[in-house]
């Protein structure tokens, strides 16, 4: 009886635990892509040892007790989990359960004829206009028509749109205007 139990108990936790992935995955964050500088959390069900907390260094890499080196630049935090459940399933935990959320975003730079220049935390749904905002909004140099785009990988993107979203590691730079 106490065996019967025991796998209920396993085949809800683990439905639980795959509904708890599905409506997070409806969500902006699901297909949100790792990067140096992300903070994460990782949580392996009944294994208080494997859990932590960290940080994505330079490199793009982790070290992950039994497992080493994990390289998560690259990857959502979804694929990451099924990456951990996987290695720990071959020959360390039986089922595993394992669930990786974000606990702080890399930033966002605002720079030039803003109020207050400087870093922000990226947060899903961020525009260039929401970002303006956050940083106090325009100066009154500021060429409102001249917004340019430095997105994380270098491409630079001219006059852009107040709509257009950005992504952490873009830098907003507002040009100062000449009138």
């Known amino acids: 009886m106490k065996k019967i139990i025991s796998i209920i108990l396993v085949l809800t936790l683990g439905l639980f635990m795959s509904s708890v992935v599905s409506a997070s995955s409806k969500t902006e964050v699901h297909d949100y892509l790792l990067g140096a500088g992300d903070h994460i959390q990782i949580l392996v069900f009944n294994e208080p040892d ?92 500021a060429d409102r028509s001249d917004i340019d785009l430095r997105r994380s990988n270098g491409q630079l993107l001219k006059d852009v749109i107040v709509t257009q979203a950005i992504s952490p590691g873009d830098i907003v730079i507002i040009d100062q205007s000449f009138f």
Not at 62 to 74: N, W
Not at 94 to 115: A, C, D, I, Q, W
Request: hydrophobic share 40%; charged share 20%; aromatic share 8%.
């Open 50 to 141: 494997l859990s932590m907390k960290v940080i994505i260094d330079s490199s793009g890499n982790i070290i992950y007790p039994l497992i080493g080196k994990l390289q998560l630049a690259g990857k959502t935090p979804n694929q990451v989990a099924i990456d951990i459940r996987n290695r720990l399933k071959d020959g360390y935990i039986n089922h595993p359960m394992v669930t990786v959320s974000m606990l702080e975003f890399r930033p966002v730079y605002v720079s030039g004829e803003v109020k207050t220049p400087g870093s922000y935390e990226y947060q899903p749904g961020l525009t260039v206009e929401k970002i303006i905002a956050v940083a106090g909004g325009f100066t009154d140099r």
